[in-house]
C-alpha cells in the first residue's frame, strides 16, 4: 500500500481537489503507512483516512482503470478492501479507543512529567475507555458507521454466517449466536475497550518497577528526608553521601530552587488531568 501512495499521490491529490468535501476547505492529509514501533502516527493516519474515504475510493477507481497493470493491480486489491463495510468499522472502533491512548503518549513524552503525574494520567484514561462500554456510546458510533456506509454507498453491515461449534464444547446446550447486526459487533468492541483497560492496568498502575519510583519521587526531597527506598538504587551512591548533598542544595536560598520544582509538579498536575480531554471532544 506505501509504494502505491508514493507512485499515485499525484492522482489522489487531484481527484481530493475536485471532491465536494474539499471544495469545503478541508484540508489534504498524505496517507501515510502505520509503524509498528511509532505509535503517535496510528491516530492521525487512521484519522487523516477516515477524513478522506471519499477521495480514496475515487483514486482507488481510477488507478484500477487507467494505470498501469501492476498499479492496477494493487489498487483492485485495495478498493475491494475499502469497499468492505468492516474496514469502515474497524477504523472507527480503532480512532475511538485509540484516541485517548494517543493522548497518554503525547502527554508521557513530556518533559516536565513525573511518574505520579504518568500514574494519574493513566488512571484517567482508564476511567475514560471504561465509560465508553454502555450500550448507548456503541449505538451512537454504529449509527454515525451506519450513516456513512450509506454515504459512500458500501455494503450495509451484517451478521457473519453463524457456524455451529463442535459438540464437545457446548454439548447438548444449543450454542449461542447473535441475531443483530449491534450485538455482534459491539462485542468486539468491548473487547478492544478490555484489552486496552487491561494493558494498561497490568503494564502501568500494577508495574512493580514504577510503583517503586512513584515511592522513590516521593520521599520528600525538599523536606530534607530520605526513605529506605532509596537504598534500592546503589547509583544514587551511598546514602549518608547523598544526604549530605541534599543538605547542601536546600541550604541555598528557597526562590532558586522552589520555584522550579513546583512549576514542574503543576504541569504534571495539569497533563495528567487533561490527557483524556481530546478524545473526549472528539
Request: hydrophobic share 40%; glycine share 4%.
Amino acid at each position: 500500500m506505501q509504494c502505491f501512495w508514493q507512485t499515485e499521490l499525484k492522482l489522489f491529490h487531484n481527484i481530493a481537489m475536485c471532491n465536494s468535501d474539499c471544495e469545503r476547505q478541508m484540508p489534504i492529509r498524505n496517507i501515510k503507512p502505520l509503524c509498528p514501533t511509532r505509535w503517535l502516527i496510528h491516530v492521525p493516519a487512521i484519522k487523516a483516512t477516515l477524513e478522506q474515504y471519499s477521495p480514496i475510493l475515487k483514486t482507488l477507481e481510477d488507478a484500477k482503470a487507467n494505470c498501469s497493470p501492476e498499479v492496477s493491480a494493487r489498487a483492485s486489491s485495495l478498493l475491494a478492501r475499502f469497499r468492505d463495510p468492516l474496514t469502515l468499522f474497524g477504523l472507527k472502533m480503532a480512532q475511538d479507543v485509540l484516541s485517548p491512548l494517543d493522548s497518554v503518549n503525547r502527554s508521557l513524552q513530556s518533559p516536565a512529567m513525573t511518574v505520579a503525574g504518568m500514574l494519574q494520567c493513566v488512571k484517567t484514561v482508564k476511567q475514560h475507555l471504561q465509560s465508553k462500554r454502555p450500550n448507548d456510546r456503541f449505538a451512537k458510533l454504529l449509527s454515525e458507521v451506519e450513516r456513512q456506509i450509506a454515504e459512500y454507498e458500501l455494503d450495509p453491515l451484517t451478521v457473519p454466517r453463524a457456524r455451529k461449534p463442535p459438540a464437545h464444547f457446548c454439548g447438548q446446550v444449543q450454542a449461542f449466536h447473535t441475531t443483530s447486526v449491534e450485538t455482534h459487533y459491539r462485542i468486539d468492541y468491548v473487547k478492544l475497550i478490555d484489552v486496552a483497560v487491561q494493558q494498561l492496568h497490568d503494564r502501568l498502575l500494577n508495574c512493580p518497577g514504577l510503583a517503586r519510583y512513584c515511592q522513590l519521587e516521593s520521599t520528600q526531597p525538599l523536606t530534607g528526608q530520605l526513605s529506605d527506598v532509596v537504598c534500592q538504587y546503589p547509583e544514587l551512591g551511598e546514602i549518608r553521601s547523598l544526604q549530605t548533598q541534599l543538605d547542601m542544595f536546600l541550604s541555598l536560598p528557597e526562590s532558586w530552587w522552589r520555584g522550579t520544582v513546583v512549576e514542574r509538579q503543576s504541569l504534571a498536575g495539569e497533563l495528567s488531568l487533561s490527557c483524556a480531554r481530546p478524545a473526549a471532544d472528539g
